[in-house]
């Protein structure tokens, strides 16, 4: 089992920064995937980004040039640096785990930061 702790949202105005950071404990040996989704007013949950144990990093379009993902491997954790924030990074911010195995799959989420871009 997988628990992920999640910090640093907040309101910002347009063209400011926040960073988030997301701590993993638990019983595990090694997470394979961090990363964060998000789920803005009225719209599905999407991925912002992820990165797994190879390092192989996955971006939406939407923050590739302004987000930043970077993981420590060994306090498992996960932050995302966000800058050039816009209204439309408005959203809950869900940290997202993978933990996989031969024959096992199993994805643990956090609780969601609210991050607030004001125009």
């Known amino acids: 089992q997988v628990q992920l702790a999640e910090s640093g949202g907040g309101l910002v105005e347009a063209g400011g920064s926040l960073r988030l950071s997301c701590a993993a404990s638990?019983?595990?040996?090694?997470?394979?995937?961090l990363g964060w989704y998000r789920q803005g007013p009225g719209k599905q949950r999407e991925l912002v980004a992820t990165?797994?144990?190879?390092?192989?990093?996955v971006y939406a379009d939407s923050v590739k040039g302004r987000f930043t993902i970077t993981r420590d491997y060994p306090k498992h954790t996960v932050d995302l640096q966000m800058n050039m924030l816009n209204p439309e990074d408005t959203a809950v911010y869900y940290c997202?785990?993978?933990?996989?195995?031969?024959?096992?799959?199993?994805?643990?989420w956090g609780q969601g930061t609210q991050v607030t871009v004001s125009s």
């Open positions: 990165m797994s144990d190879a390092r192989s990093k």
């Open positions: 997202y785990a993978v933990l996989a195995a031969v024959g096992y799959r199993e994805t643990f």
């Open positions: 638990g019983t595990f040996r090694r997470v394979n995937v």
